[in-house]
């Protein structure tokens, strides 16, 4: 169980143009899910926070009109990077937290997304 | 602030010989403490975490980690490593911000290389 899913799992597409990136749980609701990007060889920038029905909250220096992030419903939440250019190009990482309404065992964990590699030409 | 440091960015050991990480946090309450490995062009596994209760924390593949609060720590351990092993070690503490959401602050990661 507490699996989730991204995809698509890799992408490449021409600067200026918009790539969505989405974030499934498979087997449980997320109240809360999380958007990382990953440099290579380095460790996980959390981008923002979102909640079900809500705004997203983002991280100190994440442009919230570059990565637009919804979260519709409480097993899919969706990463939009707009006007993409090549140094938006990264590694990105989605997590989902079950909530208190879950297994006692999994509440306070993240269960993550395989991961979603971008290119920008 | 809270922090998490992983003071060895890069560690080597040969196949077989034992293994310790090291991961100390610095955080004011509780912590709810994660180790999580990646390994090359895959997703982020959960090796075991620490929410209360016995300090030993056994895990998967072998692992096994010891909260210290006295020394603010959380190392990892594997008493015989295999060459599988090799991979990106992350630790991790789960706190709340403002908006009372759940967040993970993460080292900046081990990278641990296994030699046959």
């Known amino acids: 169980g507490a699996v989730v899913s991204q995809h698509p799992s890799w992408v490449i597409c021409k600067s200026g143009t918009s790539v969505k990136i989405e974030c499934r749980s498979l087997d449980f609701q997320a109240t809360t899910m999380f958007w990382y990007r990953q440099f290579p060889k380095q460790s996980l920038m959390l981008m923002a926070t979102s909640n079900e029905g809500s705004k997203a909250t983002y991280e100190q220096g994440v442009e919230k009109d570059k990565f637009l992030i919804n979260h519709a419903s409480l097993t899919l939440s969706t990463l939009t990077v707009t006007s993409a250019h090549p140094e938006d190009s990264s590694f990105y990482i989605c997590?989902?937290?079950?909530?208190?309404?879950?297994?006692?065992?999994?509440?306070?964990?993240?269960?993550f997304g395989p991961g979603t590699r971008l290119t920008v030409l | 602030a809270q922090s998490v440091t992983q003071p060895d960015i890069h560690i080597t050991v040969s196949e077989g010989a034992s293994l310790e990480l090291r991961c100390n946090y610095s955080y004011g309450a509780t912590p709810y403490l994660f180790w999580y490995v990646q390994s090359p062009g895959q997703g982020l596994q959960l090796l075991l975490k620490?929410?209360?209760?016995d300090t030993l924390v056994q895990g998967i593949k072998g692992f096994e980690a010891e909260f210290k609060r006295s020394q603010s720590s959380f190392n990892l351990r594997k008493p015989s490593v295999h060459w599988s092993d090799a991979a990106e070690y992350f630790c991790a503490v789960a706190l709340y911000d403002a908006g009372n959401n759940r967040k993970l602050i993460w080292g900046l990661g081990t990278s641990l290389a296994v030699n046959p």
């Open positions: 620490y929410f209360s209760g």
């Open positions: 997590s989902a937290n079950p909530g208190q309404g879950a297994i006692s065992r999994t509440y306070n964990e993240q269960f």
